[in-house]
């Protein structure tokens, strides 16, 4: 009886329950699967299409992806000869992990925490920062030219969006005197961070779309160049991990979005609802918005990006800096 | 990859996702094209040989599928060169329902082109909307031959049927709807920040280079020769009709994209003046006319559709050469045919506009990023099993 509580006990902690369930491995799983169909479901709207429909028709599709995702792990996975073996194989997983591992220390709720601790975004930050190294190392280990190409092109990006990426967390940091997620939450009681300060939620997003190659962004992977950037010789399961692992991606940076700026669990109004879901919710929404973009835009050229980044967003960064500063000024 | 080459070769192609049926050899450095060297063939059938082994009507079906974007172009150039050989011209009738046909034909094709430069460069909703909108042009291609993509609509003396009842009407629903979706298509993609930025000054071609290397169609328009078969050797009913010739002068991808947008307005009054202006008579010519028996002859004239008589299969073309040249959709379109007095054609060549802006590959991919191959290779409406016959 004693293990068996003692079980229990651990099961039914806290973290192990953000980790496992809210918002960690479960919850991203469920959204990323709804935002790949809720993507190609939008897209085919706008262009006049159905979009996914054979596989449980009565739901509109919804379980298209659960099939394609059986399909990937029942295919045959295929290592080339000319690759480097060890990496090639590793790079997908440790790109799912590290695409989901900063979700440990962003919130779905007051509680629902993996780390609770004083410096989550610094902690985010750090971990967010490894995913695009593996994604160059994905590229380099295929051997392939167009994975050299997109590994490159990786690299490029990431100099150019990770420097206002920070910079617009930092101007919230400086905004709410504070690196903790939960008390930067709450500190929005009454008056989101967007409405504060809507330039650093506009680099941030921009950064968020860069990072996880949306459009117009989308150009380490850029299909009609490149052909699938740094993943162009992963196959089967492993191309599967690859693609979840941008989801997870997006997921992430949309909670941290959701979180900095929507107010995370926060509403104007009072409604008997748990607040994880108010969080999941608001970000499942940021999600939409970022993948529909899609339907919208053609792609930028890798050096119109790093001009854009570098020449628009990044004095836009600064400036959403300066804002917070003057705000802190005037005592907000 | 030896640590003494600063550069890397890439095959752009065959087994590409935007390539097409050939293969582009890059040599990059970095993100950056140094060298591009096409390599066509891959997709060749030898039209041109086939066709001594065929009767002169049996060419016509064959030369259509070499470039089934823009079917209605390579029937009319063929059956000009033999209308040439044999000595006759087709009603005014006949030759206004070409000019339809083309012209409908020529909004397809453009739209065929420039729905895979839009997915080219990221924007698969311009690459649905446009093949949409062309499935209006098919709609209607199918109305008036009976076919939505190889018509064989074009024969010797005429053409194959006459316009259905209503055709009129139904032209004038779906050409109104069809410039409502063209003003989205505009907006989303056209006018688009991201495709400007994507396709200004990229590739640009010099109106002396454009001349020097004799490219032909949009290509040459867009780099400000006007430069038009249709006003300069006119042929079926272009003579009585009134239109622009759309010509830019910035020579860059965006030009050319431009370019086939007025030349998709202009065809758009050009249909439109075609169903005003159509005259009445016989769709076909008198010479075979008069070959029909009695009865066949009432079926062609009650009905509007061509039935030929068993002669026509075995018809002897007298010696001689005879050319015809069209302007398709991506440029100037050559037929030469050469006939020794038998059934079967001596010599066919043929001389594809998309062969002929071929050169242009390795002279706008040059010094360009990698990301710039896909948005110049299809601002040029390249179409390898054209090209490679």
Same mark, same amino acid.
């Given at each position: 009886m004693n293990i068996l509580s003692q079980i229990l006990e651990i099961i039914l902690n806290r973290s192990v329950i953000a980790a496992v369930i809210v918002p960690g491995v479960l919850t991203a799983l469920v959204l990323v %699967?709804?935002?790949?169909? +809720?993507? =190609?479901?939008?897209?085919?709207?706008?262009?006049?299409? %159905?979009?996914?429909?054979? +596989?449980? =028709?009565?739901?509109?599709g919804i379980l298209q992806l659960v099939a394609d995702a059986i399909r990937f792990l029942v295919s045959e996975p295929i290592v080339p000869a000319t690759t480097d073996k060890l990496f090639y194989v590793m790079m997908p997983i440790l790109l799912l992990l590290l695409s989901l591992l900063p979700v440990a220390v962003v919130p779905a709720s007051q509680s629902l925490i993996v780390i609770k601790t004083e410096y989550g975004l610094l902690a985010f930050i750090a971990l967010a920062a490894i995913t695009p190294m593996v994604i160059m190392l994905a590229g380099w280990a295929s051997n392939n030219k167009f994975s050299y190409i997109g590994g490159l092109r990786e690299g490029f990006m990431l100099l150019s969006y990770e420097v206002y990426l920070f910079m617009s967390l930092l101007a919230i940091a400086i905004l709410y005197g504070t690196l903790d997620f939960i008390r930067i939450i709450n500190s929005q009681e009454g008056f989101w961070g967007i409405l504060l300060n809507p330039i650093a939620a506009l680099s941030f997003f921009i950064a968020m779309l860069t990072s996880t190659s949306r459009f117009p962004f989308e150009i380490p992977d850029a299909e009609s160049e490149i052909v699938m950037g740094p993943f162009t010789e992963y196959n089967s399961i492993m191309y599967?991990?690859?693609?979840?692992?941008?989801?997870?991606?997006?997921?992430?940076?949309?909670?941290?979005?959701?979180?900095?700026?929507?107010?995370?669990?926060?509403?104007?109004?009072?409604?008997?609802?748990?607040n994880f879901v108010i969080t999941i919710a608001k970000t499942f929404i940021v999600m939409i918005v970022a993948v529909f973009l899609r339907a919208v835009y053609p792609r930028y050229r890798i050096d119109q990006a790093l001009v854009i980044g570098w020449e628009k967003l990044f004095p836009l960064a600064s400036l959403s800096v300066l804002i917070s500063v003057l705000l802190k000024g005037v005592g907000i | 990859m030896s640590s003494k080459e600063k550069t890397i070769t890439i095959f752009y192609g065959p087994q590409h996702p935007a390539s097409g049926h050939m293969r582009i050899i890059l040599e990059v450095d970095g993100d950056v094209v140094i060298k591009a060297d096409p390599d066509i063939g891959y997709v060749h059938r030898g039209i041109e040989k086939l066709a001594e082994h065929k009767t002169y009507f049996q060419v016509i079906p064959m030369v259509e599928r070499q470039c089934l974007p823009d079917a209605a172009h390579h029937n009319l150039a063929y059956v000009l060169a033999l209308e040439e050989l044999l000595g006759i011209e087709a009603p005014?009738?006949?030759?206004?329902?070409?000019?339809?046909?083309?012209?409908?034909?020529?909004?397809?094709?453009?739209?065929?082109?420039?729905?895979?430069?839009?997915?080219?460069?990221?924007?698969?909703?311009?690459?649905?909307w446009c093949f949409g909108l062309r499935e209006y042009m098919l709609i209607l291609a199918e109305k008036l031959t009976g076919a939505r993509i190889t018509y064989s609509y074009i024969i010797p003396g005429g053409?194959?049927?006459?316009i259905p009842q209503g055709f009129s009407q139904d032209v004038e629903r779906y050409l109104r709807l069809f410039e409502r979706k063209m003003r989205d298509l505009d907006k989303l993609f056209i006018s688009n920040p991201v495709t400007k930025a994507r396709l200004e000054g990229v590739g640009v071609l010099p109106k002396e280079e454009a001349i020097k290397l004799g490219v032909v169609g949009p290509v040459l328009r867009a780099s400000g020769v006007e430069y038009d078969v249709r006003r300069v050797r006119p042929y079926a009913a272009y003579p009585w009709i009134d239109f622009e010739i759309a010509v830019k002068k910035e020579g860059d991808s965006y030009a050319r994209l431009l370019v086939r947008v007025k030349e998709i307005e202009e065809s758009i009054k050009i249909i439109r003046q075609v169903l005003k202006d159509?005259?009445?008579?016989?769709?076909?010519?008198?010479?075979?006319?008069?070959l029909l028996p009695p009865r066949l002859k009432e079926y062609v004239t009650n009905t509007g559709l061509v039935k030929f008589p068993g002669v026509f299969a075995t018809m002897k073309v007298p010696k001689g050469e005879g050319i015809g040249s069209v302007e398709a959709g991506r440029g100037e379109l050559i037929y030469h045919l050469i006939s020794n007095g038998e059934s079967k054609p001596y010599r066919l060549k043929i001389s594809t506009p998309s062969f002929r802006n071929l050169i242009l590959f390795s002279h706008l991919?040059?010094?360009?990023k990698v990301a710039d191959v896909p948005a110049i290779y299809l601002s040029l409406d390249y179409f390898p099993p054209e090209a490679d016959r």
């Open positions: %699967i709804l935002i790949i169909w +809720v993507e =190609r479901k939008i897209a085919a709207r706008v262009q006049m299409r %159905i979009g996914p429909l054979y +596989v449980t =028709r009565r739901l509109g599967g991990l690859v693609m979840g692992a941008n989801y997870f991606r997006l997921y992430v940076l949309s909670l941290v979005f959701t979180d900095v700026f929507l107010g995370g669990w926060l509403l104007p109004f009072k409604i008997p609802i748990p | 005014e009738r006949a030759q206004y329902l070409r000019t339809l046909l083309a012209e409908i034909n020529r909004i397809a094709s453009h739209l065929y082109g420039m729905g895979l430069h839009g997915v080219s460069i990221g924007s698969s909703t311009a690459y649905m053409v194959r049927r006459d159509l005259p009445d008579g016989s769709i076909l010519h008198e010479r075979y006319m008069k991919i040059k010094d360009v």
